[in-house]
């Protein structure tokens, strides 16, 4: 059987290209996305739909790496249109009922939450399924893989479907064309021992593309594991070093900030790319992250 065609759909987050992609496998009856992407996004999904001739209520299956807004915002709208929303078991209450996740993102985002996320839904509970790791997903012809990942958050899966894994964010953030990545490290379950292990995991998949969110299907496998790897190591040891001053959360926020904008000017970024990088992965949550670990997980 040919391999499946997999469409790589740009949200346009916020204006952006290559911010947020939701991917997309049609194979006979079975329409699949991996990940619905927020709900301010949804009209550049149909948008993404449409090209290929199909519309939301063609959509049979979601599958969600975690339940981040970016990533899952749209589910609820999805599972009104009819179809299957599959999530980690961790995150499957608060897809059902999203009012903690919700005022969560709200004491983050503030006045901003409906221009950045638009309508969170919560999913209807008969279209909502929960499989456990490693378990194989048939649909269709198309057979996906859960594998449990933790690390970016408890709540977070891989999707393995036979020579490609969908690392949501547990694969790093890395935009096309540049050789660089960033590791997403938002509040509250950051941890970096179990993300060495996701990624230890990954590496024993031994798959050829790898597919994160933000942004794009990529076939050197070896280096973006790898190179996560080393941002991973590289930021302890930085948090290990900066936490010695007992800084502020704002007096971390800026010395991180400046220090991912010196790693930028070193690559040659460009302001576009920057930008692209700040939106899949804001530093600032970034820094919060890294505060919260310290105190949960370093000194507690």
Not at 22 to 27: A, E, T
Not at 146 to 171: M, R
Request: hydrophobic letters at 40%; aromatic letters at 8%; a negative charge.
């Amino acid at each position: 059987m040919a391999k499946p065609n997999i469409v790589t759909i740009d949200l346009n987050f916020q204006n952006k290209t290559q911010a947020i992609a939701s991917y997309l496998i049609k194979q006979q009856d079975a329409v699949v996305l991996i990940e619905s992407g927020p709900g301010s996004t949804l009209s550049a999904l149909e948008a993404g739909l449409a090209k290929e001739g199909l519309s939301p209520r063609d959509v049979t299956h979601v599958l969600l790496t975690h339940i981040h807004l970016d990533h899952a915002g749209a589910a609820g709208w999805f599972s009104r249109q009819g179809a299957e929303i599959y999530v980690h078991p961790n995150g499957a209450p608060h897809l059902l009922n999203p009012e903690k996740l919700i005022a969560s993102a709200t004491r983050i985002y503030g006045d901003r939450m409906q221009t950045l996320w638009g309508e969170f839904l919560p999913v209807e509970q008969n279209q909502l399924k929960v499989p456990q790791d490693a378990e194989e997903i048939s649909i269709g012809n198309l057979k996906f893989t859960a594998i449990n990942t933790p690390g970016h958050a408890e709540h977070h899966y891989s999707y393995l479907l036979e020579d490609v894994c969908f690392s949501g964010d547990v694969g790093g953030v890395r935009i096309p064309g540049f050789p660089y990545l960033r590791a997403p490290m938002p509040p509250p379950e950051l941890h970096f021992g179990r993300w060495r292990e996701s990624l230890a995991r990954l590496r024993s998949l031994k798959f050829s593309r790898i597919a994160p969110t933000h942004f794009g299907i990529f076939e050197d496998v070896d280096w973006q594991l790898n190179q996560l790897g080393e941002v991973l190591d590289t930021t302890e040891k930085w948090l290990e070093t900066v936490m010695a001053a007992d800084p502020s959360a704002e007096m971390l926020r800026e010395q991180f900030e400046h220090w991912m904008d010196e790693q930028s000017r070193e690559i040659g970024l460009s302001d576009e790319v920057v930008k692209a990088y700040a939106l899949a992965n804001p530093l600032g949550m970034g820094a919060d992250g890294l505060m919260r670990y310290w105190k949960k997980f370093r000194t507690g």
